[in-house]
């Protein structure tokens, strides 16, 4: 018998997954999301997408060097922090409630910083631990909003988060890769480019890139691993990276276990709007996320699968709340490995389930720790330009599936703007503290711009429109300029437009026709559109048509037209994804549903 406590907890979690539709894998997809991986590649994805996943260990490091922190103290929360990012990550691989099955491994989350350094700062590790706790109660709890806040969510505000996503990784790659602060850039600071990194980044990028596009698939598996090492080699040698690594190595060991964690907390009310804020912002994040890894999966992608959006971030959430445990930091999800996951086109969830074990043991490598946050600033830089040039560009084309109507092109475009605005303006120190983190990156305030717009921008958008098909109007014709208007104003798939406008024509030739007995008078033809569907409607005085069992033979098709409008009835059950055929007030029906 279960405890009612329990039985609550998992109706607040999202259903196991599953896939109602049939997904096309894409001719260029090596190993699917379900696939089998050979020993050879999946140990090599594996570590390098642990490898990436490590070197996000940089902001953990930024936290503790604001806080003040000891070497102790750092090294501990760093420890702790990889020990959860490596169990968040496999639970985020498992297909179960807690987890989306998607090859999504977990890093330090870059939103939540701020929350970090101030919690530390106002009240030590007993404030971070509850702050992180609060966070992935909240994630957790939330993850059920993901649904009602589809209409919210569509694919255009989706590609602006992931476009800005690429833009955020390219903002800090860029200037790693320059060697410069980000720090009065455009206030009348020093700004000097430091050539022998900028030398370095590109050389970086330049193997991996040149192994991803000329390479063989075999040779794409280690395009991370041989730009990393080339890199870093060329750093040594030229003096850019000068570091004694040596002595740094010398004063951890070699193996050891992770401290237990001293478990306090502390209640400070003025974090709460940065606690709200980072969870907020999360779902943004994990969402485009899921979209991108699902777009690689499905050729014929249409919307995202807010069921393993849901499960992705109740992971996250688990994570986070094992974290406040612990007194790591907020986790997020990794975008370089999605863009890893691109170029070596990989999405097998057993790569990040051991990458995840391979991120979880490096808690007990002290040595290791500290050798992956020594990576040179310009390896890293490189890293991160060669991501962002994929999620920048499956960013655009998300934007673009749907079609662009002036209220989505001044929601896209107005959104860009503004996130680009917080990646090249210093406005995150100029705006009150509770509001940094939505100022933290331009994806934050980009993402959130687009939220409110097309929010805003819906405002007096019918969602039901009528239209009168007179007799003897060419159906197709109006049918078409019906459509394709009403798909600019909702913002509809061009898929979903294209595909209904033969079936609705031929559906409306057979409700005049002889299959109906001849509709009397016009034809009324409603649409709607709820993001998910775009449901057609027709309404005529005339029989209800009859939906055959078999296709009529070719030779009665040929000489009855009654024959001919039964193969036209059969045709539109078959362009549809769903029909019905029955009477509503008095008039036949015929009702169509195209899925979105």
């Known amino acids: 018998m279960k405890h009612p406590l329990l039985v609550g907890l998992l109706d607040l979690l999202p259903p196991p997954p599953r896939f109602p539709r049939a997904r096309r894998r894409p001719v260029d997809l090596d190993y699917g999301v379900n696939d089998k991986v050979p020993r050879r590649a999946w140990i090599a994805l594996s570590a390098q997408h642990a490898f990436l996943a490590l070197t996000f260990l940089v902001y953990p490091l930024v936290v503790a060097a604001a806080a003040g922190l000891s070497p102790v103290e750092t090294q501990e929360m760093l420890t702790t922090s990889v020990l ?30 701020p929350l970090a350094s101030q919690a530390l700062v106002a009240g030590g590790m007993a404030l971070l631990s509850l702050s992180t706790l609060v966070v992935g109660l909240l994630q957790v709890v939330l993850a059920r909003l993901m649904r009602p806040l589809r209409v919210l969510l569509p694919p255009e505000v989706c590609g602006v988060a992931m476009t800005m996503l690429g833009v955020s990784l390219a903002d800090t790659g860029m200037k790693q890769a320059l060697g410069v602060n980000a720090a009065g850039i455009l206030t009348g600071g020093a700004f000097t480019i430091n050539y022998g990194t900028f030398c370095v980044a590109m050389a970086t990028l330049t193997v991996i890139v040149g192994i991803t596009v000329f390479g063989s698939r075999g040779a794409r598996i280690y395009a991370v691993l041989a730009g990393a090492v080339v890199g870093w080699v060329l750093a040594r040698l030229t003096g850019v990276d000068a570091k004694d690594l040596g002595a740094i190595l010398s004063q951890v060991s070699m193996v050891a276990l992770p401290p237990p964690p001293d478990v306090t907390f502390a209640l400070d009310w003025a974090m709460a709007p940065l606690v709200v804020l980072v969870v907020l912002t999360s779902l943004l994040d994990i969402l485009s996320a899921t979209i991108a890894l699902e777009k690689l999966e499905d050729r014929d992608w ?79 830089g490189g890293l991160l330009l060669y991501t962002a040039a994929y999620m920048i560009v499956n960013g655009m084309g998300l934007i673009l599936s749907r079609n662009m ?31 940094q983190p939505l100022f933290s990156t331009p994806l934050t305030f980009g993402a959130f711009m687009a939220v409110v717009l097309n929010a805003l921008f819906r405002l007096g958008i019918s969602k039901v429109a009528e239209v009168e098909i007179a007799p003897g109007a060419s159906a197709y014709d109006t049918v078409r300029t019906f459509l394709e208007r009403q798909g600019n104003i909702w913002g509809a798939g061009r898929d979903a437009i294209e595909a209904a406008i033969p079936a609705v024509a031929q559906a409306v030739e057979s409700a005049v026709g002889p299959a109906a007995g001849g509709a009397r008078g016009a034809v009324l033809l409603r649409a709607r559109f709820d993001e998910a569907h775009l449901d057609v409607t027709l309404l005529y005085e005339g029989e209800v048509l009859q939906l055959p069992h078999q296709i009529p033979a070719a030779d009665a098709v040929a000489e009855s037209e009654r024959e001919a409008g039964r193969l036209g009835v059969l045709l539109v059950s078959r362009l549809a994804d769903k029909a019905v055929f029955d009477t509503e007030r008095g008039h036949a029906r015929i009702k169509l549903r195209f899925d979105q």
């Open 84 to 113: 959860m990012m490596g169990i968040t990550t496999m639970i985020q691989c498992a297909r179960s409630r807690f987890g989306s099955g998607y090859l999504i491994t977990c890093v330090p989350a870059p939103n939540a910083i």
């Open 302 to 380: 249409l919307r995202a699968d807010l069921a393993a959006a849901e499960r992705a971030v109740v992971a996250i959430g688990v994570g986070n709340i094992l974290g406040g445990f612990s007194q790591a930091v907020p986790c997020g999800v990794s975008r370089s490995s999605i863009g890893f996951a691109a170029s070596t086109r990989a999405t097998a969830r057993v790569i990040g389930f051991l990458a995840g074990a391979l991120i979880a043991s490096a808690a007990f490598f002290p040595k290791l720790l500290v050798l992956v946050t020594q990576i040179p600033s310009a390896v890293t």
């Open 405 to 435: 109507s002036d209220r989505r092109t001044f929601t896209v475009g107005l959104s860009i703007i503004a996130g680009l605005a917080v990646g090249l303006l210093p406005l995150h120190d100029d705006v009150p503290a509770w509001a």
